[in-house]
């Protein structure tokens, strides 16, 4: 009878908090045994995540379930013979060495949790379930992934409808993974797949994502017809204001970061970065961002008290990410009714405040040295691809010039 394994929740015993702990069953020969995992949920958790589709935060959960079974599955297609022995010593062994794609994924993913970075987690194990996917559920060795294969998973992707560059963050994934093999010495520095004349990863295109300054004031001048709607948008207009701060950032400020008509932060994206490398962003807080503050705002305004009410102090590193997403999904479904309201044909979220913010300034005659140190970028570069075009009028009118000729 061959082995088979399903993820379980063990009601048995509730925990304090009212959620039971997550196991991995395994059946071999009518016999079964249970293995732990990290996860703990309630039973309309498990339900929900476990659904054969899930929806908002719990097709993250199920990804991640997924792959805690996968890690089973790979063991047991490793063993030379099956024995629950055997099993038990490679699967509670949390410091087995990394023997194929799959399994250095896996160990790089829990060290990423290990130092609370759940939402790169998250994203390693997104595109950890795609690469099984395409390559089937057995093993990958190291030097299985060739430009060929590169080649034939960036085909399978976009025929599956994914973007490139969807594409390109997965692949991004897949090059460190193989970095840390030649580097462990798993796999011959000859046998690197990536670069010139062998695979390149797609940079995807770059959409352009600003809104002009009269879209902008569409949006100022937008009379909110409900509470939610109210705070959405003013959500999206304070990360406009406010340099294009993202939304988790926003999430994170405290009232400690406000001094006088400036508001100061670190970008999450670049906080574990080292200390000579952080740049603080100052931003100023004009009428309009002081009111959106004293509108929804937390009580009382100390110091240590957070902003706004995303997220809550004492949240695991994966709560946090999913109140973030989930803060970021409500805004965003809000912006696109308000856009609509107001004729505003492209696609926005809150991500546009951020292009809008600079291109709008860019517009205006700043310095794009000023952009840069405004975004917090290290390279100017970077802060050209944020950049949109000019509007049309403005191309029209810069056309004229060309014929604009002085009567003598």
Same mark, same amino acid.
């Given at each position: ?23 991995? &069953?395994?059946?071999?020969? +009518? ?10 949920? @309630? ?52 410091k087995a060495k990394a023997t194929d794609v799959y399994s250095l994924f896996e160990s790089y993913i829990a060290e990423l949790h290990k130092q609370q970075r759940a ?16 390559? =089937? +559920? ?24 994914? @973007?490139?560059?969807? /594409? ?5 994934t897949l090059r460190i993974i193989i970095n840390l093999a030649i580097e462990d010495g798993m796999l011959a520095k000859e046998l690197y797949p990536f670069g010139k ?10 959409? $352009? ?23 959405? &948008? ?21 009232? @400690? ?8 932060? /670190?970008?999450?994206?670049?906080? &574990? ?17 002081k009111e959106i503050i004293t509108r929804w705002g937390s009580q009382p305004a100390e110091p240590n008290q957070l902003i706004f009410d995303i997220i809550s102090d =004492? ?9 973030? $997403? ?16 107001? =004729? ?9 405040? &951020? ?16 952009? @840069?140190?405004?975004? =917090? ?17 403005? $191309? ?11 009567? +003598?």
């Open positions: 009878m061959k082995e088979t394994t399903a993820v379980y929740l063990d009601t048995r015993r509730a925990r304090q908090d009212g959620t039971y702990p997550v196991q991995i &069953r395994v059946t071999y020969q +009518r016999q079964r045994k249970y293995y732990p995992t990290k996860y703990t949920l @309630s039973e309309e958790d498990f339900k929900k995540a476990t659904n054969p589709k899930p929806r908002g935060n719990y097709k993250d959960l199920k990804l991640e379930l997924i792959a805690v079974e996968q890690k089973a599955i790979n063991i047991i297609d490793n063993l030379p013979a099956f024995s629950f022995v055997a099993f038990e010593k490679k699967y509670l062994d949390t939402g790169t987690a998250i994203s390693y194990g997104n595109a950890l379930q795609s690469f099984r996917i395409f390559a =089937g +559920r057995k093993v990958l060795p190291f030097e299985n992934v060739t430009p060929d294969w590169l080649h034939r998973y960036e085909q399978h992707m976009t025929t599956q409808g994914k @973007s490139l560059t969807t /594409v390109g963050i997965y692949l991004r004349r062998k695979y390149q990863i797609p940079a995807g295109r770059n959409v $352009k994502k600003a809104l002009t300054l009269q879209d902008m004031q569409k949006i100022f001048d937008y009379a909110p017809q409900t509470a939610a709607e109210a705070k959405a &948008r003013d959500i999206f207009l304070f990360s406009y204001l406010c340099n294009g701060i993202n939304i988790k950032n926003i999430a994170r400020l405290r009232y @400690s970061n406000i001094e006088d008509d400036k508001v100061s932060f /670190v970008r999450a994206k670049t906080e &574990r970065t080292s200390k000579k490398n952080q740049k603080t962003i100052v931003a100023m807080l004009t009428a309009e961002a =004492g949240l695991a590193p994966e709560k946090e990410v999913n109140r973030i $997403k989930q803060g970021a999904k409500t805004v965003n479904k809000y912006l696109k009714r308000i856009a609509k309201s107001v =004729g505003i044909e492209k696609n926005i979220s809150t991500y546009t405040a &951020r292009h809008s913010f600079s291109t709008i300034l860019k517009r205006s005659g700043a310095p794009i040295e000023f952009i @840069s140190e405004s975004l =917090g970028h290290h390279d100017l570069r970077t802060t050209e691809s944020y950049l949109d075009s000019f509007e049309d009028d403005l $191309k029209k009118q810069y056309a004229g010039m060309l014929t604009n000729f002085t009567k +003598r």
